[in-house]
């Protein structure tokens, strides 16, 4: 294995918590994971991490906060370009080219009440690792928080894969030929896809979390700069 060397330029714009940005990037001896060789007498199946000749990199990121109302706030973010890249470790050295983005999304809800609810959610386009292609995916996520009084604490109750989606796709075989003609797909399942994953969890914050213990720091702090001035 070689080190991966990486040359970036970045182009950004930020205004009022909106950003864009263009990254070009060009990577040398790029690493993948999970990459299909065989032993030299071809009589044994290694499955390791493998060197990329280059790959190349033209990505699209953007971050969109929105003020809908003083109860609710929504977040979207976005990333996605061009990549190519050339490996030469296979049986058969190839290039390819092809365009994939992932997007996330979080909607924020303030209730009466102290409740809160929050709804977010992610979805990672088709995409490849060099032989080896990985089918879009993406996931809805759920939940509720309770501010309790008197600096008690919040109960929170979170659900995660709503729907139980995640499952990843992955094809050997899709691209170049693997190592003894191997065409496979497999199917991952993650935790979610038996049960949403859920939770239920209690937090509360002592010291200088609190109101009382704010206002002893701001005291203090003022007291400081008193001192300073004087």
Do not use: C
Request: charged fraction near 20%; proline fraction near 3%; charge should be positive.
């Amino acid at each position: 294995m070689q080190p991966t060397i990486t040359n970036n330029l970045k182009i950004g714009y930020n205004y009022y918590g909106y950003s864009f940005s263009l990254l070009f990037s060009r990577d040398d001896n790029s690493i993948v994971r999970y990459q299909l060789t065989e032993s030299p007498a071809k009589d044994i199946l290694y499955i390791s991490p493998q060197n990329l000749a280059w790959q190349n990199n033209i990505t699209f990121q953007t971050n969109l906060p929105f003020k809908i109302s003083n109860w609710w706030t929504m977040t979207y973010s976005f990333a996605g370009g061009l990549k190519q890249y050339k490996a030469d470790y296979t049986i058969v050295p190839f290039e390819k080219t092809y365009f994939s983005y992932t997007a996330n999304f979080n909607q924020s809800f303030t209730l009466p009440r102290n409740f809160s609810l929050e709804l977010s959610g992610w979805y990672n386009s088709l995409w490849y690792n060099s032989t080896v292609k990985i089918e879009r995916i993406g996931a809805l996520n759920f939940g509720i928080k309770k501010e309790l009084k008197k600096n008690a604490g919040a109960l929170q109750f979170s659900v995660t894969d709503m729907f139980r989606t995640i499952q990843y796709n992955v094809h050997y075989g899709a691209i170049v030929e693997e190592p003894f003609s191997i065409k496979s797909n497999v199917a991952v399942n993650t935790e979610s896809r038996v049960l949403p994953i859920m939770k239920l969890t209690y937090t509360r914050f002592f010291g200088a979390g609190t109101k009382t213990q704010k206002k002893q720091t701001d005291n203090a702090d003022e007291e400081k700069d008193r001192i300073r001035k004087d």
